[in-house]
């Protein structure tokens, strides 16, 4: 299976994750071109943002 169908069926079972947990947890280089590449496939991801307890602002990516 490959990162990209994990990381879709982390997202169907209603994980949301920052750019920096996807690319950890999968191996992906690029998060975002994996979140276009999976958008591009129908699904609907979208970003929200959030605060880190140290302060920055990230978008935490999910299906909706």
Same mark, same amino acid.
């Given at each position: 299976?490959? +990162? ?5 069926? /982390?997202?169907?079972?209603? *994980? ?7 690319? =950890? $947890?999968?191996?992906? +280089? ?5 979140? /276009?590449?999976?958008?591009? *496939? ?7 943002? =959030? $605060?880190?307890y ?5 978008n ?5």
């Open positions: 299976m490959s +990162a990209t169908q994990k990381l879709i069926n /982390a997202f169907q079972k209603g *994980k949301s994750m920052t750019a920096r947990q996807i690319a =950890s $947890r999968f191996g992906l +280089a690029n998060p975002y071109d994996a979140v /276009a590449y999976i958008r591009s *496939k129908g699904f609907k991801v979208i970003a929200t943002s =959030s $605060r880190l140290t302060g920055e602002v990230v935490k990516y999910s299906f909706k």
